[in-house]
């Protein structure tokens, strides 16, 4: 067998209507070694597709009901199929039909009558293209995945290394993320919130929450670990965590400036602290100005906060903590974003009560 970077019989799919030829072929593609499927027509190809998907299609133009540009454009509508090589074998030798049949996504074009030494040759051609394609594509995903995960394994590193300053935050980061992926995935199934679009933004939410607070390591230690209250001074202090931990990310952005993971986290450290009602800070933004990435971001870190406890404070339940945040919504908080947190507070318990199991800073 020539297929030599197989570790399988290919499987060919076979669509003509004249019987002849489909014996013929199957016959010399099985004596090279091939595994082959028979369709007498482009409605039946399509219904073995579903059945199993072939390596390659052989596939005639000229067939009664459907003809072979139909069926190629059909399966080339579908992602599972897409990349599935079509070859066309056909009568027809005019430059018309040929533009045709790449246009519909054929990988390559043999007129009838064939030799089938030049049939059989571009066949094992597109199916080594095929194979050193589809390897190539999953080579490149596992390198990307590699770098994204060691990259998201550094962010969330320096931002532990933040957090670690000030020991009684305890798995706030943890905590953060978790919900911040929940508010984020029930906004995206509220028809009236056409700014969270797609599971990418959920990722990318979780994510990036996790350097929320990275501004904080450039706060005084004498400010970010005092046992007790600020002082209106000291308070204004460590609201430039917002504006140091912003301007450090956009440096970085001028290296990069099309990475959008980049910009959500720069809007999620910078704008975390406004309001709705515009009284918040750094830069007093109100309402939809707010980047939707802060208004989830506000939420859970007020959650956050409102459930730990401090050596100022205690922790407060659950049923009190959602209290607070309903008395925000439409003045601190973003009100959709306060009916996305309505649907899934079980959802944020549940997560909260996992983590409890190794933590006890809070409740």
């Known amino acids: 067998m020539k297929q030599t970077m197989f570790n399988r019989q290919p499987l060919l799919l076979v669509v003509d209507d004249m019987p002849d030829n489909l014996e013929l072929l199957a016959r010399m593609f099985k004596e090279e070694g091939y595994q082959v499927r028979l369709a007498p027509s482009g409605a039946l190809a399509l219904k073995a597709v579903q059945v199993q998907a072939p390596d390659l299609i052989l596939l005639d133009i000229n067939m009664p009901e459907m003809n072979g540009f139909e069926v190629c454009k059909r399966l080339k509508e579908q992602e599972q199929w897409r990349q599935i090589p079509i070859i066309f074998i056909s009568a027809l030798g005019d430059a018309k039909a040929k533009l045709e ?3 519909a996504g054929g990988v390559d074009y043999v007129t009838k009558p064939f030799q089938f030494t030049e049939v059989e040759a571009r066949v094992r051609t597109h199916l080594q293209l ?3 394609q589809e390897n190539l594509e999953q080579m490149v995903a596992a390198q990307v995945k590699e770098i994204a995960d060691t990259q998201l394994s550094t962010i969330f590193a320096l931002a532990k290394l933040a957090e670690s ?3 009684e935050t305890g798995d ?3 905590r953060v993320r978790t919900c911040c992926r929940l508010l984020a995935e029930a906004l995206l199934q509220l028809p009236e919130c056409g700014e969270v ?9 979780e994510q990036a929450s996790s350097l929320h607070d990275i501004g904080k390591v450039g706060i005084p230690d004498g400010i ?8 209106p001074t000291e308070f204004e202090k460590m609201k430039e965590h917002t504006l140091i931990g912003a301007h450090t990310l956009e440096s970085v952005r001028e ?9 959500t986290c720069i809007e999620i450290v910078r704008w975390h602290h406004e309001r709705w009602d515009g009284a918040g800070y750094p830069d007093g933004l109100n309402g939809g100005v707010i980047p939707v990435s802060a208004r989830i971001m506000a939420v859970a870190d007020v959650y956050d906060a409102l459930r730990s406890r401090r050596c100022y404070k205690a922790a407060l339940s659950h049923e009190e903590s959602r209290q607070i945040l309903q008395k925000g919504s439409g003045s601190q908080f973003d009100p959709l974003v306060i009916k996305a947190f309505l649907t899934v507070e079980a959802e944020i318990v549940a ?6 199991e190794s933590n006890s800073d809070y409740e």
């Open 101 to 103: 049949a790449f246009e």
């Open 130 to 132: 095929h194979f050193y």
């Open 165 to 167: 300053r000030d020991d």
């Open 172 to 174: 706030h980061l943890e």
């Open 197 to 205: 679009t797609d599971e990418s933004f959920v990722r990318t939410m």
């Open 224 to 231: 970010l670990l005092k046992p007790g209250r600020l002082t």
């Open 255 to 263: 290296r990069y400036p099309h990475n959008m993971f980049l910009a």
């Open 351 to 356: 997560a909260y009560e996992a983590i409890q």
